[in-house]
């Protein structure tokens, strides 16, 4: 079992400090979600005061183990700010019943669960609420004024981390990139360094080598073996980027494996 590495002495300004997984409780451990790889080693998780980021493969758990926070933590299982409550399908995981969150004493005044599959709901919880209140208390307005359904997946998203993310926040991203060109991503890491600077915390599943160059960061990587901390340069991602990148012809080359045809 791992025990991942506790944020080094100094002031302390984490909203949520550590993620303990009851062990003890589990009932079937041979069943989804604790018989996730990731899962099974897991003893305890501590959290950068501005971002951690949680990496690895398609399918290791990467969203279960988000998801189970945000729920832990208060938040709607499929998005949004504290105060979201709906939900289209009861499909999230018991795993946060068995999550102990140890929260630091300053509390966050703004949060948010922004998970990219299901922000289409996120979407049309917000222009139903919306539907019959007073234009001056309408929640879209927090979003930049205008319906998330009538903009780009891109733009959405970009719009709600410009306008709805605000100082002192807890963020819970997963794969915020999905949707993001690379420059946006790149516009992104400025926006996340706005924002830790006045106070936020951030803790982000991706896939993206840009999105996961924050410096101020504690970067895990999930994996069969469990959970590692690493640097970015360590990562598969980082890697096979750069490898790419560096010798696109040949790896094509092997990639494609061209005959004659
Ligand atoms: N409700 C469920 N019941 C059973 N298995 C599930 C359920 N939800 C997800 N899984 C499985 O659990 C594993 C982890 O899924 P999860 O979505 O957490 O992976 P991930 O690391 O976020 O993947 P990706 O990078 O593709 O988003 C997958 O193999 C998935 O098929």
């Known amino acids: 079992m791992s025990k991942i590495g506790r944020n080094p ?110 922000y289409y709901n996120v979407a049309t919880a917000i222009d139903e609420l919306d539907q019959d209140s007073e234009p001056r208390t ?3 307005d927090s979003y930049g004024g205008r319906s998330l359904h009538e903009q780009s997946h891109g ?14 926040g807890l963020f819970i991203l997963d794969e915020p990139e999905a949707a993001l060109s690379p420059v946006r991503q790149l516009a992104m890491l400025t926006r996340i360094h706005e924002l830790a600077r006045s106070g936020g915390q951030f803790i982000i599943s991706t896939h993206s080598p840009l999105l996961m160059a924050y410096p101020h960061c504690r970067l895990y990587n999930l994996t069969a ?12 991602h980082y890697i096979v980027t750069r490898e790419f990148l560096n010798n696109r012809e040949q790896m094509l080359e092997r990639l494609l494996n061209d005959e004659e045809e």
């Open 9 to 118: 002495g100094g002031a302390d300004r984490r909203y949520l400090r550590r993620a303990e997984l009851l062990r003890e409780k589990i009932e079937q451990p041979e069943m989804y979600p604790f018989n996730l790889p990731a899962v099974k080693e897991l003893e305890s998780i501590d959290f950068h005061d501005r971002v951690t980021y949680i990496i690895g493969e398609n399918g290791v758990g990467k969203s279960t183990l988000l998801e189970a926070i945000a729920v832990a933590w208060g938040f709607n299982a499929e998005g949004g700010t504290l105060n979201f409550n709906f939900a289209t399908a009861e499909t999230h995981s018991p795993l946060h019943r068995h999550l102990r969150l140890i929260r630091g004493t300053a509390r966050p005044k703004d949060g948010f669960f922004f998970r990219a599959e299901s």
């Open 138 to 140: 309408r929640i879209i």
């Open 155 to 168: 733009e959405a998203f970009f719009a709600t981390f410009m306008h709805r993310f605000g100082s002192n």
């Open 225 to 236: 073996g469990g959970i590692q901390e690493c640097g970015l340069e360590e990562t598969e």
